[in-house]
């Protein structure tokens, strides 16, 4: 495993680190891993803008009339004629 230095972490970042730690009952260095970890190594695909929306719409409401099909035409190029 590699050796690695942060330098110059805010102090607010190490308290909360911590302070994370201290929930978890583990070390900072461990938190450090799994937090590395999730964000590098995590095999969930990340969503796009769309799907965010939508997610928000059916969590509270109010956009049961939007359609969010995709259009999978394909773009037309820019004319500047």
């Given amino acids: ?11 607010e970042a190490s308290r909360a680190l911590e302070a994370r730690a201290v929930r978890n009952g583990t070390t900072a260095e461990t938190e450090i891993e799994q937090i590395l970890e999730e964000v590098l190594v995590s095999k ?3 969503i796009g803008l769309g799907t965010a929306l939508r997610q928000l719409g059916e969590k509270y409401g109010g956009l049961d009339d939007v359609d969010f099909s995709r259009d999978q035409s394909p773009s037309r190029g820019v004319s500047f004629e």
């Fill in 1 to 11: 495993m590699n050796a690695i230095t942060i330098r110059n972490l805010s102090d």
């Fill in 44 to 46: 969930e695909p990340a």
